[in-house]
């Protein structure tokens, strides 16, 4: 069984800066392919950025460039950091963990980007 905590949402200024990381509870973390979905009010849940077990990354077009996702693999921990926040990207953001076992979220992080 995967658990992924989520933290370091919170409020920010258009144009700041946040860094939120998952910490997922499981043996042989670095086998395990990580992503960042969100979802915002009303909406689908949508994928942010993707980061396979060898390091390959994709972002969604919205967010390439601004956004960095990335892997610890010896803290058993992913990252997104975020920069240049705008407005519509205030959502929950979900962790996601995936391997031949199964797939996992973890419980989601609020984000806001607000004057």
């Known amino acids: 069984q995967v658990q992924l905590v989520e933290s370091g949402g919170g409020l920010v200024q258009p144009g700041g800066s946040l860094r939120l990381s998952c910490a997922a509870s499981?043996?042989?973390?670095?086998?395990?392919?990580m992503g960042w979905y969100r979802q915002a009010p009303g909406n689908q849940r949508d994928l942010v950025a993707t980061?396979?077990?060898?390091?390959?990354?994709s972002y969604a077009d919205s967010v390439r460039g601004r956004f960095t996702i990335s892997r610890d693999n010896a803290q058993n921990t992913v990252y997104l950091q975020m920069n240049t926040l705008k407005p519509e990207d205030t959502a929950v953001y979900y962790c996601?963990?995936?391997?031949?076992?199964?797939?996992?979220w973890g419980q989601g992080t609020q984000v806001t980007v607000s004057s």
């Open positions: 980061i396979t077990n060898g390091g390959r990354t």
């Open positions: 499981v043996s042989r973390f670095e086998v395990y392919h």
């Open positions: 996601y963990a995936w391997h031949t076992t199964g797939d996992y």
